[in-house]
């Protein structure tokens, strides 16, 4: 006789399915495939239920459908914090602040994971100084801050006294430096600024460091410049029983990229071999970017011709190196092929190439690549739209730098300092200080570029009272103290005016020794102003600074002697420079025709076009002759 099934209670039923169908969600990858487990629940009048509603929003949100993960979430009527952080987190991991913003504002109670959600969401787009306010935020309301919100707060900060605000929230919060999660964010975050010193403070007090902190430490040392020191925590990696991996390798290759450390490349790049890390995508680029830094472009061309494969991280590296070797029609020739070969580019492959651009004067070639962004439809991205203003502000195409700066959806510090910096190098400096304003209002803090930027504006304008209001109030109002750069930009701003007892004062008293670029600025402005006494004064101070190898006090004081015809003179400081053996670095111009780019030596004659180019300037010397303007003879045209 058959058994009767034990009774069920009357929701077992719906367990079950909700069972089931929970792990059927879990297990679904296609967007077809989660609208037909949708259907059925919206059949079986499941889709109300909050665990299973939030898997659906889940669901829908990885897969990138986040108009079905809206109705989803709409469709729940008894909606928990459960269900909201996941809506806030498939519109913060989208990128789609604005929609995010509006989720979390509407949400009736929030935690720690839904504070998280909004300044992860704010940090992935590059909106850090909107993440460090979420975060301010966030602890004025008495949430609880988690490693995690630590963490993400750290790859947020821009300045200095930020990172010591972050530091001294994870010891407030009793998150002990010495763990590696909160230990390794901090380690990151003190490089992102430039402070290495306090970095490496930190990795000493780690317990049990792993192989993030070792890299993450080497990669601070290499972006410091200070490459001894780099080698020696490699060393002591290896000493403490960690395998180098591809980021400790590629890392490391990096401080090999200067000529005086290429041996101590090479013989990595015999381990690379051995140990076949050169088929890495991440190591081969570092060591095309070395050859590269070494003047080695035949070598970087060979390596990346041997890759079967192209990837956006090997492109990046050869876009550079063509770059820095000056080869712009080979860069803008490789960079079509790739998006023929359908290698995608990203954010930096464009900000490469936009930048080769600039840096050689090609704005036809910075069109067609701005028509590229666009047709990828690549122009919402913030690196790109800064690396665009940054280009037509270099070629002098102030109008169109404006409209891409004013076209953008969201601007982070770096877009703000672009244009800043943008227009005061093009003269428009109460524009420039006017973008400063509206940079103020926005609640973005300034960082040392941004002030750098005022000060040039206030250079370029010849505004001196405002220039050294801004000086003297950088720590007290911003908390960033005046650095090497900011002394040199204030000696310019008062030796453009004239007053160059003022600018030899801030020589004199600013707290660091100046630098040859310093006593150049100066230099170049008491030529400038006629006062020769000073000039001689300042180049024999520079003649006599730990950089006595510079040509630049003898060239510039030798052109201001040729330009006063004191021949002799002149003569004398040439014989000085080459019995000290001071090297006379050849000058150099070029110009770019048909993604080709043309050079000219300071003392050449016969190059490119050179008979023609001479007899259009005769003819134009005998234009202006009729207008009535008086030419300096050049021996050089005449003989032609």
Not at 90 to 111: I, L
Not at 139 to 168: M, N, Y
Not at 610 to 636: F, I, N, T
Request: aromatic fraction near 8%.
């Amino acid at each position: 006789m058959k058994k009767k099934s034990p009774p069920q209670p009357p929701n077992a039923r719906n367990l079950s399915s909700s069972s089931s169908h929970s792990l059927l969600i879990g297990r679904c990858i296609s967007l077809p495939s989660g609208h037909s487990i949708h259907a059925r629940l919206l059949k079986l009048g499941l889709h109300r239920q909050p665990s299973l509603g939030g898997r659906l929003v889940h669901l829908y949100s990885r897969i990138g459908d986040l108009n079905s993960a809206l109705r989803a979430f709409n469709d729940i009527p008894a909606k928990n914090i459960f269900t909201w952080n996941i809506l806030l987190a498939a519109f913060s991991n989208a990128g789609c602040m604005t929609a995010a913003r509006k989720v979390f504002d509407r949400m009736p109670e929030k935690d720690a994971v839904s504070w998280n959600s909004i300044i992860s969401g704010y940090a992935g787009i590059g909106l850090f100084d909107a993440a460090f306010s979420a975060l301010r935020a966030m602890r004025d309301e008495g949430i609880r801050v988690t490693s995690f919100t630590i963490s993400i707060s750290a790859s947020c900060i821009l300045s200095p006294p930020q990172a010591k605000q972050i530091h001294g929230s994870a010891i407030r919060f009793c998150f002990d430096s010495s763990g590696v999660v909160v230990g390794n964010s901090l380690i990151k975050m003190y490089d992102k600024v430039g402070l290495v010193e306090y970095a490496f403070s930190v990795f000493r007090r780690l317990e049990n460091p792993d192989s993030i902190s070792w890299n993450t430490m080497i990669s601070a040392f290499v972006n410091s410049g200070d490459g001894c020191s780099a080698f020696g925590c490699f060393r002591s990696m290896r000493e403490s029983g960690f395998c180098p991996d591809e980021f400790s390798i590629s890392s490391i290759i990096g401080a090999c990229a200067n000529p005086e450390d290429m041996k101590k490349g090479e013989q990595l790049l015999c381990r690379c071999f051995r140990m076949g890390y050169l088929s890495n995508s991440i190591v081969c680029s570092a060591v095309i970017y070395m050859y590269s830094q070494c003047g080695r472009l035949g070598d970087s061309l060979r390596l990346f011709e041997e890759r079967e494969r192209w990837d956006s991280a090997i492109l990046n590296s050869m876009l550079s190196a063509y770059a820095q070797n000056g080869e712009i029609h080979e860069s803008l020739s490789l960079f079509l092929t790739a998006v023929r070969r359908d290698v995608r580019p990203t954010e930096f492959t464009f900000s490469s190439i936009l930048s080769s651009n600039s840096r050689f004067g090609l704005p036809e070639q910075g069109m067609q690549i701005h028509c590229w962004v666009h047709k990828l439809g690549m122009e919402e991205d913030s690196i790109i739209s800064s690396a665009l203003v940054d280009m037509y502000m270099k070629l002098g195409s102030v109008a169109c730098g404006v409209k891409v700066f004013a076209a953008m959806s969201s601007k982070d510090l770096i877009s703000w300092n672009t244009m800043i910096l943008g227009l005061a190098q093009n003269g428009e400096a109460v524009e420039s200080l006017r973008k400063f304003e509206e940079l103020l209002k926005t609640g973005i803090q300034p960082d040392r570029i941004t002030l750098l930027g005022i000060l040039s504006a206030c250079s370029v304008g010849g505004l001196l009272c405002r220039g050294k209001k801004i000086l003297s109030s950088m720590e007290e109002e911003h908390g960033i103290k005046c650095g090497i750069e900011h002394y040199a930009c204030a000696v310019e701003m008062m030796g453009r005016a004239g007053r160059l007892e003022a600018a030899m004062e801030i020589t004199e008293t600013m707290p660091h020794d100046p630098n040859m670029f310093v006593m150049g600025v100066l230099l170049e402005s008491c030529v400038l102003h006629r006062s020769m006494s000073l000039a001689e004064a300042v180049a024999e101070r520079m003649m006599t600074m730990s950089e006595p190898r510079s040509p630049l006090p003898y060239l510039v004081l030798a052109r201001a002697y040729g330009s006063r015809r004191m021949w002799e003179s002149m003569a004398w400081m040439w014989k000085v420079m080459e019995q000290r053996g001071v090297k006379r670095y050849r000058g150099c111009s070029w110009i770019g025709i048909r993604n080709q780019i043309f050079s000219f030596g300071e003392d050449e004659l016969l190059h490119h076009g050179g008979e023609d180019m001479y007899s259009a300037l005769r003819l134009l010397g005998l234009e202006m002759a009729r207008e009535g303007y008086v030419c300096g003879k050049c021996s050089e045209f005449e003989d032609g």
